[in-house]
Each structure stands twice: as structure tokens, then as C-alpha cells.
């Protein structure tokens, strides 16, 4: 296949147009979308610019980048690695290898919960979360940001990790409400939250091999491999989590495509009611919300 020389590309719509044009012959099926993302981020342009401003003349700086996020892009990184940060709940949240990349998906974790953490904040004054397994921190922080009154510690096993969701709390202003530390899930923890939240790895071992090319060359298998059956760590956070609750405490989980029956039967056998299940964009159940049994 012939690529377009990039550097021939002296407009910011001849840019678009020629990166456009070279993913859509390597058959990306985003071609149109990762185009616009990566020429308008790396232009430092809006999107609507493209076709607004495409005479604007670009630096051979810009055009350099160009071309480097054009062969990594047909390399099979995705888009938001190679710009090196994605959004999540209206946040600009930095990635690292140690982690995953936030998909929208979990932004029903954040919609789940954020009125039980109004009805708490409203009744204490406060309500304070830890967040398991953080990665980015994209979960913790997004809740921190909607509610003024709360405080979340962040707890995951990998140091890059936690130090990438230290830096995101920096850049958003959030430091100040928002903690992070290495551990493994709830081990040595003594204090007890109003609110648990998990994205926890949750694909089957075996099925790893049969993700697609940019999840499993890009995001870190830690933060995949949910074991045997996908079902590892919802049973270490189920044995965990029940001392670690206030009394009207709650805990949501996101789950993988048909695992609501299995992750339910874990946290009924460790005295947790299901109080809720939520459904993502796709219509596929993706949270559920437990709390402490009397």
C-alpha cells in the first residue's frame, strides 16, 4: 500500500484530507474519526477548523508530528496513545502504559452512583470513596469533580499507575480531594468509606488472546486478566469490602457482557443485597450496585 507523504501536506486541510485518505485505504473502520482527532489535536485547532481553516499553513513541526501519529496510527496504536491522553466524564485525563485506556462504557459507573453520593454528602456533610484497581484514576476523579463534598483514595497495584493518577489529580485541581497509593485491593486498609468503587479485570484468561490489536498490544494485561473465569478479583473485593463499609455504605462494580448472574451469586454469598443494575449506551448490563446486608 502507499502511504501519502506527510510531509508534502503544507495545509492544515491537506493534512486531514491526506491522513483520511491513508486510513481510509488501510481499512480502518474509525478512518474518518482518527483522522480528524489526531490532525485537529496535534494542529492544536479545533475540529471544526479543519474545514473552516484548512488554507492555515503548518509549521514543519507540525508536520513532523503528523506524519509520526500517521505511521503509528497504521502501526495499530490507537488514537488517544498516541495523543497520549483521553476525556472521561468531561475530564483530560493523561495515559500511561500501566493504564488502561477509560472507555466511555464506564461512565455509567460514574452516572450509577453520583446520587447515592449526593443523598450521603447532603445527610453527613461529606462522603468519602476508594477506588480500586484506579489506572488513570478516571472513576475516583471524575466523582470528585461532581461532588465538592467528597474525598477519594485511589488504591492500585502498579506505582506507575497511581503515579499517573496523582498527576491527573494535579492537572485537574483535584489533589487536594483526591489521594492515591499502591496496594492490593483493600489488604492493610483500616479505615471505612462511604462508597467502594471498582473497574476491576474481569476477561476470562483464556479469551485474551482474541481482543482486538489495540487493546492487547496497548493496555496492560494486569488490568485485563480477570483469572480462569474473569471472576478473580470480584472475589477479593467481595471477602474484603463488607468491613470496609459504613453502615449505609454502598459499592458498584463494573462487570463484563453476561457476568451480572456470577458477580451477584460472589457478593450475596459475602452478605451484600444487589440494589441496582445498570445498562451502558450498548444496552448491555455494565454496573451493579450493592449494599451491606442488616
Known sequence: MTKPDQARTTSLGEAWLAMRAAFRSAGLESADLDA????????????????????????????????KALQKRLDGMPVHRILGSREFYGLKLGLSPATLEPRPDTETLVESVLPLMREISDAKGSCSIVDLGIGTGAIGLALVAECPHARCLGIDVSAQAVATARENAEALGLAGRYTATTGNWLTGIESRFDLIVSNPPYIPTA???SLARDVIE????????????????????????????EKDGYLALEIGIGQSPAVTAIFHA??????????????????????PRA
Open 207 to 209: 479469551d485474551l488472546a
Open 218 to 245: 496497548h493496555d496492560p494485561v494486569l488490568a485485563l486478566d480477570g483469572g480462569p473465569d474473569g471472576l478473580a478479583a470480584y472475589r477479593l473485593i467481595a471477602a474484603q469490602s463488607g468491613s470496609r463499609l
Open 36 to 67: 480528524r482527532l489526531l490532525v485537529a489535536n496535534l494542529a492544536g485547532v479545533e475540529p471544526h477548523q479543519l474545514a473552516t481553516a484548512g488554507e492555515m499553513v503548518l509549521t514543519q513541526s507540525i508536520q513532523d508530528r503528523l506524519g
Open 270 to 291: 459475602s452478605r451484600f443485597d444487589r440494589i441496582g443494575v445498570f445498562a451502558d449506551l450498548g444496552g448491555v448490563d455494565r454496573v451493579l450496585v450493592f449494599k
